[in-house]
């Protein structure tokens, strides 16, 4: 030691010097468990090692209250409606065919000049006539012609006419009474089903695919990804220009025919909507790939992670059908819902008024029962995201660390022990933030838009923000930093409480300045990727039916008459089961982002505090 003032050395006894050497330890300790505030700013600390604690318990209740009513609301729709409401129509007194010993078919009688159906008087038969030399009591009780017409049983609960415009009268009700479309509709996707399954199949088999791309050549998928962007909805603008000014080409079973409107004015429209959106699609890809060079080494390590963890590609398949396991009953219980008020007596569709009469009771639990739905739904969601994203942070810091690649049992136990701690410890902060996500969702995805577009310094809308309206961009921040999947990251590592870890883990990710890019970056990924699915499924999806004899020939059962319907029904099962899909990768991202901004601010830790000490007295 220097003695002070001089330059000689000063000798102090020796128990001086260990007590002196022992209060400098502790100060050095104290000095930085100052600086490192939170468990995970410790070097070398990995979610494994955090002392948990419950968070946001207060949720926890909140929550369990919520399924009680939200249990009443489907003893409302069991009590008040019936499942047989969704599968049969009821004839002109209300009673549903097939029930109290009437037939299973609603049969529309002929009005009295014989010539066309009477919509305003239905009655129930055991079968559907054949010809017209049947006498049809129920129709005469109640003032209608006697006589029946040929028909043919459809979806096994309605006699559609045989003559053509007989057949059109009836074929008014799919578009003007909406009880009778939905229930129809839904009846013939049962009756079919063949479809959507095979879109789904094909949905998840491309995502997987979409997934192991990402996973051998990240960079390459996103500029195909970019050009996909831009492309795709200008391709389709100027088709459906070209055949608004050339009617020509839509000739009968062609490719044109079936996407044409069948009006040259509305595809007119509909072309230069694609055209806009293929406008803005390059102003996203050109702000984009100015992020691309930065993003890359996290998008790369989240390819890595992905090829390295095989349990992440079970992931996804699990996620699917657990939310086709909510899915199904919970859409069966909004039906019966929507379908249990009283029914209006007498029934006529000729009008377009709804069969059931719903009161306020029903209305506000069908608003209720949405709501709380979709919490549900978030609440797997953030489950899902937790496990995966606690996952990814014991895989990157054993990569920093050299340590051996996960073997496929460690992965799985991985993902299991992120399962167990997400539901045992941090349910509520779940709870949480799923609620925050089930209200906030979309003024998140606009807050996100405006921040961006203030970011961009030379960008004239975000000179207008700045101006005129401040207190719109500190809400738009404030936003963002609270609802944001980030916070997942942040609980994973310090069992921290939602709100409070979703701002510690954005104050990590900002202080690397190429963390909010590299996000943003992922985030076009899914999106890409929820396009390029979407848009693939449907192509095969029309392929089988024009290619194969079991859907293209008239007399096969499962004939498909409206390609065109098949092809949008598709579309929407390819985007709805690529989420999974893409919010893993998003997810694994987010992670990998947050990791490498918190290793960052260790090693500055680490200079600030270790590098003192070392030069120090």
């Not at 409606?81 to 049969?107: D, H, K, M």
């Not at 017209?132 to 049983?153: I, N, T």
């Not at 997934?211 to 998928?221: D, G, I, Q």
């Not at 920093?400 to 496929?408: N, Q």
Request: proline share 5%.
């Amino acid at each position: 030691m220097i003695c002070f003032g001089t330059h000689l050395p000063c000798e102090l006894p020796k128990s001086v010097a260990m007590n002196s050497c022992a209060g400098e330890a502790e100060t050095e300790q104290e000095e930085q468990s100052e600086d490192a505030g939170m468990p995970g700013d410790l070097p070398g600390h990995t979610p494994k090692e955090t002392q948990r604690s419950f968070t946001d318990v207060g949720f926890v209740p909140v929550f369990a209250v919520a399924l009680v009513l939200f249990g009443g609301c489907l003893s409302i729709a069991l009590g008040r409606g019936s499942f047989q409401r969704l599968v049969a129509l009821p004839n002109r007194q209300g009673i549903l065919c097939g029930t109290e010993g009437q037939g299973p078919y609603l049969f529309f009688c002929r009005t009295l000049q014989g010539d066309d159906v009477d919509l305003s008087r239905p009655t129930c038969l055991k079968e559907c006539p054949a010809d017209d030399k049947v006498d049809v009591r129920g129709c005469e009780a109640m003032g209608a012609s006697l006589q029946s017409y040929p028909s043919s049983p459809l979806a096994g609960m309605l006699c559609m006419p045989s003559p053509a415009h007989m057949v059109q009268d009836v074929r008014v009700l799919f578009s003007s009474n909406a009880y009778f479309k939905t229930l129809f509709d839904l009846l013939e996707l049962s009756f079919d089903w063949e479809q959507p399954m095979l879109a789904a199949i094909v949905a998840s088999c491309l995502s997987h695919v979409y997934l192991l791309c990402l996973s051998e050549s990240a960079e390459a998928v996103l500029y195909f990804g970019l050009v996909f962007l831009v492309v795709a909805p200008m391709m389709t603008g100027l088709l459906f220009v070209y055949m608004s000014v050339s009617p020509d080409v839509v000739a009968p079973r062609s490719f044109a025919e079936m996407i044409s409107t069948g009006s040259t004015h509305a595809d007119w429209a509909v072309g230069w909507s694609f055209l806009v959106l293929a406008l803005l699609a390059t102003c996203l890809a050109a702000v984009r790939a100015r992020s691309i060079d930065a993003a890359l080494p996290s998008l790369e390590e989240a390819a890595d992670c992905f090829r390295e963890l095989p349990c992440m590609g079970l992931e996804p398949w699990i996620s699917s059908a657990v939310k086709v396991a909510l899915l199904i009953p919970g859409f069966f219980g909004f039906l019966m819902l929507n379908v249990s008020g009283e029914m209006v007596e007498p029934v006529d569709f000729s009008q377009s008024s709804a069969i059931y009469r719903s009161d306020v009771r029903i209305v506000l639990s069908l608003v209720y029962y949405v709501v709380i739905y979709v919490w549900v739904l978030e609440l797997q969601h953030a489950l899902s995201q937790f496990a995966t994203m606690f996952a990814t942070q014991l895989w990157f810091f054993r990569r920093s660390r050299g340590d051996a690649p996960a073997t496929p049992a460690r992965s799985a136990c991985d993902m299991l022990l992120g399962y167990r701690v997400g539901l045992f410890y941090h349910f509520g902060s779940l709870l949480f933030g799923s609620l925050l996500c089930t209200f906030l969702r979309f003024p998140q995805l606009l807050a996100s838009i405006v921040v961006q577009a203030v970011e961009e310094r030379k960008n004239p809308v975000s000179q207008f923000l700045q101006r005129s309206c401040q207190r719109c961009v500190r809400q738009a921040e404030r936003l963002q930093t609270t609802v944001t999947s980030l916070g997942y990251c942040d609980i994973a590592m310090n069992s921290s409480a939602y709100c409070a870890g979703s701002e510690n883990a954005m104050s990590i990710v900002e202080e690397n300045g190429t963390g909010l890019l590299a996000d943003r970056v992922a985030g076009t990924i899914s999106l890409i990727g929820v396009g390029l699915v979407s848009l693939g499924t449907a192509l095969i999806s029309w392929l089988l039916c024009s290619s194969l004899s079991r859907y293209n020939s008239v007399t096969s059962e499962h004939y498909v008459a409206d390609k065109r319907a098949v092809m949008l029904c598709s579309a929407f099962v390819g985007a709805l089961l690529s989420l999974p899909f893409m919010h893993l990768y998003d997810s694994i991202c987010d992670a990998i982002i947050y990791c490498k901004a918190l290793e960052a601010r260790r090693s500055n830790s680490f200079l600030r505090v270790g590098c003192w000490n070392f030069f120090g007295p």
